[in-house]
């Protein structure tokens, strides 16, 4: 059974950091691509950010890619001896206000293609709420 659980939401700042933890099960944790998705107040879920491993020309490492909205300001993470993904988000805006959601997912992605849509994920976090106060 995969769990996903996220912690470290809370209220902050416009311009402040917060840092959110992803802590999942699983055998194969350090190849599995685990997303992060947001869903502010009356919209849908959006894409956030996602780490995968991939192969370069020589070898295998992590890639990530992120939506264009948080381009710069976020940054995705994985500490595998913990079994923990991370999003470090500085600069934060009050449109970064939402539930945001660790998810994890069993496909294999290779190439330049990142999964970036919910369907795409098979197992979810609870969410996390992040308040950006202006």
């Known amino acids: 059974q995969v769990n996903v659980v996220e912690s470290g939401g809370g209220l902050v700042q416009t311009g402040g950091s917060l840092r959110l933890s992803c802590a999942a099960s699983?055998?194969?944790?350090?190849?599995?691509?685990m997303g992060w998705f947001r869903q502010p107040p009356g919209k849908e879920r959006e894409f956030v950010a996602t780490?995968?491993?991939?192969?370069?020309?020589?070898?295998?490492?992590?890639?990530?890619y992120y939506s264009d909205s948080v381009k710069g300001r976020f940054t995705i993470s994985r500490d595998n001896a913990k079994n923990t993904v991370y999003l470090q988000m500085s600069s934060l805006k009050p449109e970064d206000t939402a539930v945001y959601y660790c998810?994890?997912?069993?496909?294999?992605?290779?190439?330049?293609?990142?999964?970036?849509?919910?369907?795409?994920?098979?197992?979810w976090g609870q969410g996390t709420q992040v308040t950006v106060s202006s």
């Open positions: 780490i995968s491993w991939r192969a370069g020309s020589t070898y295998y490492s992590d890639s990530t």
């Open positions: 699983g055998p194969t944790f350090s190849t599995t691509t």
């Open positions: 998810a994890l997912t069993v496909g294999y992605y290779s190439g330049n293609y990142y999964p970036s849509v919910p369907y795409e994920y098979h197992h």
